[in-house]
């Protein structure tokens, strides 16, 4: 079979092109929402962990956009004064475009009631008293389909985790393997990271247009929490893990490349990759070159990409 490269620049242009449609695709899917009826009654949805992912989770829930969903319950470790404050105010993503009270058990937000608790144990959590149905496990300390027990214990009947599964725990990525998705079956999935939701549907689209031999993928991410912010000692085997995220590029390990085959089994084995941490606190690139078992051309696959990521089975 001949052979074809896609290198690392011919990607990036590719996302430059994807970044010029985002206003449209933006009002597309709004226009969707907009239009379409849902049926039936809402889903009723708990948030656990009032870190990055759990507030975004509580903002977009809170706005209406998607009356598919009902946020009736939120757990953290931290009072309901201090989340009021945390939802406010987002150094990344500006002033929450809502209102927001509180009170001792709860935060109003929108004129809506979500009842509050403060608790480490998941079973304690008091999903079934909430009427909660669906848990977005955002602590990032409960990551296996054991871990997430106390959940059902509590009244859950299905837990979304918000962060790479641990075990053999289903990895589902919209847009790659979400009509995989066994409602009888499937209790807990993982929707794995947000690097590997970034590279899996490319990667997915390649394959099944040109054919993947193998691939080496880079990812420049930014900061996140679990990094230095002056340069420290780790327990890491990696020293340079502790250096200051805001003064320097730190090479990382990352399993993203590797756990597409999880979500898109016919990667196994063909896709490795590394991270360089960078001091941004949001917005992460990835560069992906591939060797392709079919020919190609670059305008075919720069023509290709964007005509998927408008499919409706991705807004």
């Not at 206003?23 to 969707?32: D, L, P, S, Y």
């Not at 809506?112 to 009842?115: A, E, N, P, V």
């Not at 392709?292 to 005509?307: A, F, H, N, S």
């Given at each position: 079979?001949?052979?074809?490269?896609?290198n690392?620049?011919?990607?990036?242009?590719?996302?430059?092109?994807?970044?010029?449609v985002?206003?449209?695709?933006?009002?597309?899917?709004?226009?969707?929402?907009n239009?379409?009826?849902?049926a039936?009654?809402p889903?009723?949805?708990?948030?656990?962990?009032?870190?990055?992912?759990?507030r975004?989770?509580?903002?977009?829930?809170?706005?209406?956009?998607?009356p598919?969903?009902q946020?009736?319950?939120i757990?953290?470790?931290?009072?309901?004064?201090?989340?009021?404050?945390?939802?406010?105010?987002?150094?990344?993503?500006?002033?929450?475009?809502?209102?927001?009270?509180?009170?001792?058990?709860?935060?109003?937000?929108?004129g809506?009631?979500?009842?509050v608790?403060?608790?480490?144990?998941?079973?304690?959590?008091?999903?079934?008293?909430?009427?909660?149905?669906y848990?977005?496990?955002?602590?990032?300390?409960?990551?296996?389909?054991?871990?997430?027990?106390?959940?059902?214990?509590?009244?859950?009947?299905?837990?979304?985790?918000?962060?790479?599964?641990?075990?053999?725990?289903?990895t589902?990525?919209?847009?790659?393997?979400?009509?995989?998705?066994?409602?009888?079956?499937?209790?807990?999935?993982?929707?794995?990271?947000?690097?590997?939701?970034?590279?899996?549907?490319?990667?997915?689209?390649i394959?099944?247009?040109?054919?993947?031999?193998?691939?080496?993928?880079?990812?420049?991410?930014?900061?996140?929490?679990?990094?230095?912010?002056?340069?420290?000692?780790?327990k890491?085997?990696?020293?340079?893990?502790?250096?200051?995220?805001?003064a320097?590029?730190?090479?990382?390990?990352?399993?993203a490349a590797?756990?597409?085959?999880?979500?898109?089994?016919?990667?196994?084995?063909?896709l490795?990759g590394?991270?360089?941490?960078?001091?941004?606190?949001?917005?992460?690139?990835?560069?992906?070159?591939?060797q392709?078992?079919?020919?190609?051309?670059?305008?075919?696959?720069?023509?290709?990409?964007?005509?998927c990521?408008?499919?409706?089975?991705?807004?």
């Open positions: 079979m001949p052979e074809h490269t896609i690392g620049d011919a990607m990036c242009t590719q996302f430059n092109t994807l970044l010029e985002e206003t449209v695709f933006e009002k597309t899917a709004c226009e969707i929402r239009t379409e009826k849902f039936g009654p889903i009723r949805v708990g948030v656990n962990g009032f870190g990055r992912i759990g975004q989770v509580v903002r977009i829930l809170s706005m209406g956009r998607h598919e969903m946020l009736r319950h757990n953290s470790t931290s009072s309901p004064k201090y989340m009021q404050y945390l939802l406010l105010h987002d150094t990344v993503h500006g002033r929450f475009g809502g209102t927001c009270e509180y009170d001792d058990d709860a935060l109003i937000i929108n809506m009631r979500i009842s608790s403060l608790t480490r144990n998941p079973a304690e959590i008091p999903w079934a008293a909430s009427g909660v149905d848990v977005c496990e955002s602590t990032g300390g409960f990551l296996s389909t054991e871990d997430c027990a106390g959940h059902f214990e509590a009244g859950a009947k299905k837990v979304v985790i918000s962060a790479p599964a641990k075990d053999d725990t289903p589902i990525v919209v847009g790659v393997n979400d009509q995989d998705y066994d409602y009888e079956t499937m209790h807990v999935v993982s929707c794995a990271s947000c690097t590997t939701n970034g590279l899996a549907p490319l990667v997915k689209l394959h099944e247009k040109w054919g993947i031999k193998h691939g080496m993928m880079t990812t420049v991410h930014a900061a996140t929490a679990s990094q230095s912010t002056v340069d420290g000692a780790v890491a085997k990696d020293w340079r893990a502790g250096r200051a995220a805001s320097n590029i730190i090479p990382a390990t990352t399993g590797k756990a597409v085959a999880k979500c898109y089994p016919p990667m196994k084995g063909k490795t590394i991270a360089v941490r960078v001091p941004v606190v949001d917005v992460s690139m990835i560069d992906l070159t591939v392709l078992e079919r020919e190609t051309t670059y305008e075919e696959i720069k023509d290709e990409v964007p005509d990521s408008f499919c409706f089975h991705l807004i």
